[in-house]
Every structure is written in C-alpha cells, then in structure tokens.
T-cell receptor
C-alpha cells in the first residue's frame, strides 16, 4: 500500500530563515511526487512536481529514492510562504489518483 | 482559465437529511475527485470518477455515494447526514496529468 508521511503538523520559522518541510513515502513502484499548497482563503494548488526539477517561488524538492523522501526546501522564508503544504504521491493508475499526506502548516514569523 | 466550481461555500444540515454537493468543471476533464479535508487528517479521497457514469471508491466511501451523469458535473451525496460528516469537502478534476484543479470547497456542518 502506498503511504505519504509528513511528520510535522506545524512548522514555525522566522522570516529569512531556511525552511524544510519533510515528506517520506512508501510505494513499491516508481514514484511520482508532488507538493501542493493552500494559502489562506485560497484553493489548493500544485506547487511543484519532482519530474520537472524546477524551482517555484524559491522552493525546491529533490526526490531521494534511497531515503524515500521528497523534502521541500527554501533557503530564505518569506511571510507570504505561510500556508498549508501537502505532499502527494501519484498512484500510477490512469485516473491520476493522488495519495496526500496529512499536511504541514508553515508559519513564517515576521 | 481553469475553473472548478462547487455549489455552496457553506452548508448547514440536520442529522438524517439527504445532502447533495455539486461540482462542475469547464475544462473537459475526464477525471474528477471528491475529498474531505479535516485538520490533522489531511485530504482523504472519498470517491473518484474517470468517465461519465463510472465511479470508484476512494479511501473513505462509507456513508457517501456519487453521481456523474455528465462529463462536467460530479455530485457527492450524503444519503443520511451524520455529525461525523461535518467537514470541508473539496472537489478536483484533472485531464491526463497529476495536476489536479481544486474547487473552493464546501464547509458542511451537520447538527
């Protein structure tokens, strides 16, 4: 069975400090991993996907198959980064079903 | 611009009532999903549909049913609402990628 674990419910950092949101997964196949974000009073939306290896809003995430991790990182946190972050794992099925972690609420302290 | 709409932002129902939550997307997406979002539990998949009249159970289908008569519309039905179904309900759709587009959510309170 596939599973996504986000060990931190809440993460508080000061503005300008580095941020790392942890995500570990369990999956027998070749994983496709994603980070979704929900800002206050906004819709949940895709932040980034591991395949594209891109940086979005200063965030990056590297897939580490050995450690089965996909941690989200940003070198310098901004107040506007405060949001709920969900790590998600693609099922590999044709319906593009996702398994989400329980989420981490990031709070950036001014 | 991609658009997923949900029929209500807030809904208050009584225990035992039949509740309909509607979701409409205008992107001609084949796949649609219903989740519930609860603090500390994240997003849990209730049902999904990969085509008109086709549906599959997700992780927590008990107490729910769905209907998809048209490609753009996916309805979630609570046959007999209970207080433990008080939650935020999110609808999403996607075509042929894992980028799911979410609606604004319906906050349902069952009293």
């Amino acid at each position: 069975a596939q599973r996504v674990t986000q060990p931190e419910k809440l993460l508080s950092v000061f503005k300008g400090a580095p941020v790392e949101l942890k995500c570990n997964y369990s999956y027998s196949g070749s994983p496709e991993l994603f980070w979704y974000v929900q800002y206050s009073r906004q819709r949940l939306q895709l932040l980034l996907r591991h395949i594209s290896r891109e940086s979005i809003k200063g965030f990056t995430a590297d897939l580490n198959k050995g450690e089965t991790s996909f941690h989200l990182k940003k070198p310098f946190a901004q107040e506007e980064d405060s949001a709920m972050y969900y790590c998600a794992l693609g099922s590999g099925a044709g319906s593009y079903q996702l398994t989400f972690g329980k989420g981490t609420k990031l709070s950036v302290i001014p | 611009d991609v658009k997923v709409t949900q029929s209500s932002r807030y809904l208050v129902k009584r225990t035992g009532e039949k509740v309909f939550l509607e979701c409409v997307q205008d992107m001609d997406h084949e796949n649609m999903f219903w989740y519930r979002q609860d603090p500390g539990l994240g997003l849990r998949l209730i049902y999904f549909s990969y085509d008109v009249k086709m549906k599959e159970k997700g992780d927590i289908p008990e107490g729910y049913s769905v209907s998809r008569e048209k490609k753009e519309r996916f309805s979630l039905i609570l046959e007999s609402a209970s207080t433990n179904q008080t939650s935020m309900y999110l609808c999403a759709s996607t075509g042929n990628s894992y980028e799911q587009y979410f609606g604004p959510g319906t906050r349902l309170t069952v009293t």
